[in-house]
């Protein structure tokens, strides 16, 4: 028995060792291909090593190109602020029907439910009407205000208060908290691996969108990063070379997220009432 186990580990790390070496190497070489001019990588030679490295790339995005800073600045602002607004709103909204009871709760989380079921594709049309009638485009507001909640991660919240326990809140009830007191005092503090595993995807979601700035945005003082990285394509000459350094520099962000929220999204939690 032990050497079947044994033998199924060694097989699984094989297959997982494989997928993880498949998913690295072209990041590996997006990053080797940010020190190169442009003629070595269109050469069509596949090296990991730069014959002629060159720092040059960057320095034409962050100093040539005028705009990268502000769109970069574009990309943080509005996931930042956006990530906060749906943490913050998610997780009371789910606290709500989780443990409030109101009339019309049942109704409002069916309602929930089905939005989870229509594809964002569908709402872009009204969605891109609705700014224009309140003049909303080409601004943050536009882009941060109709994506604030998610109904995604109002449900996974609500699945989170629901397993909570109830002593907890009635402890900090005697001790003279209110229910907003209570939620931001007791139950967030307690609630970290669920607020890590929303916040970094929906920080992911905001930093990676390319759809809706498309759409809201037409002044290229106002493109994020993903809109800005495709002005370096042409119609006959694309510049992977400044795609792949400004591509680096996109991922960035995300992985200092991932790696400041991870400590949280993998621990278990452990909900005792003498913590």
């Given at each position: 028995?032990?050497?079947?186990?044994?033998?199924?580990?060694?097989?699984?790390?094989?297959?997982?060792?494989?997928?993880?070496?498949?998913?690295?190497?072209?990041?590996?070489?997006?990053?080797?291909?940010?020190?190169?001019?442009?003629?070595?990588?269109?050469?069509?030679?596949?090296?990991?090593?730069?014959?002629?490295?060159?720092?040059?790339?960057?320095?034409?995005?962050?100093?040539?190109?005028?705009?990268?800073?502000?769109?970069?600045?574009?990309?943080?602002?509005?996931?930042?602020?956006?990530?906060?607004?749906?943490?913050?709103?998610?997780?009371?909204?789910?606290?709500?029907?989780?443990?409030?009871?109101?009339?019309?709760?049942?109704?409002?989380?069916?309602?929930?439910?089905?939005?989870?079921?229509?594809?964002?594709?569908?709402?872009?049309?009204?969605?891109?009407?609705?700014?224009?009638?309140?003049?909303?485009?080409?601004?943050?507001?536009?882009m941060i205000v109709p994506s604030?909640?998610?109904?995604?991660?109002?449900?996974?919240?609500?699945?989170?208060?629901?397993?909570?326990?109830?002593?907890?809140?009635?402890?900090?009830?005697?001790?003279?908290?209110?229910?907003?007191?209570?939620?931001?005092?007791?139950?967030?503090?307690?609630?970290?691996?669920?607020?890590?595993?929303?916040?970094?995807?929906?920080?992911?979601?905001?930093?990676?969108?390319?759809?809706?700035?498309?759409?809201?945005?037409?002044?290229?003082?106002?493109?994020?990063?993903?809109?800005?990285?495709?002005?370096?394509?042409?119609?006959?000459?694309?510049?992977?070379?400044?795609?792949?350094?400004?591509?680096?520099?996109?991922?960035?962000?995300?992985?200092?997220?991932?790696?400041?929220?991870?400590?949280?999204?993998?621990?278990?939690?452990?909900?005792?009432?003498?913590?």
């Amino acid at each position: 028995m032990k050497k079947k186990t044994s033998i199924g580990k060694i097989f699984l790390y094989i297959i997982l060792s494989t997928y993880a070496l498949v998913t690295l190497i072209p990041f590996l070489w997006a990053l080797s291909s940010s020190f190169k001019p442009l003629s070595e990588i269109v050469s069509g030679s596949i090296n990991f090593i730069p014959q002629n490295f060159t720092l040059d790339n960057y320095r034409q995005i962050f100093i040539q190109q005028e705009l990268f800073p502000r769109w970069m600045f574009n990309s943080i602002f509005i996931a930042t602020v956006g990530t906060g607004l749906n943490v913050i709103f998610n997780s009371m909204a789910g606290y709500a029907l989780a443990r409030l009871a109101f009339p019309g709760k049942k109704a409002l989380f069916i309602i929930i439910l089905a939005v989870l079921m229509i594809p964002a594709q569908v709402t872009m049309v009204p969605n891109y009407l609705i700014l224009r009638e309140f003049g909303w485009l080409n601004s943050y507001q536009g882009m941060i205000v109709p994506s604030m909640i998610n109904a995604t991660f109002i449900f996974m919240m609500r699945q989170f208060f629901i397993n909570f326990p109830k002593e907890l809140e009635e402890a900090a009830a005697i001790d003279g908290l209110s229910r907003i007191g209570t939620f931001f005092r007791v139950v967030l503090p307690l609630a970290k691996p669920a607020l890590a595993a929303q916040t970094i995807f929906v920080f992911m979601g905001f930093w990676n969108d390319f759809m809706r700035p498309l759409i809201i945005m037409t002044d290229s003082s106002m493109y994020t990063l993903p809109l800005g990285l495709n002005t370096f394509k042409g119609q006959f000459v694309s510049y992977w070379n400044y795609i792949m350094a400004a591509s680096m520099v996109f991922t960035l962000p995300v992985l200092l997220i991932y790696a400041f929220f991870n400590k949280y999204f993998i621990k278990g939690l452990s909900l005792t009432g003498g913590k």
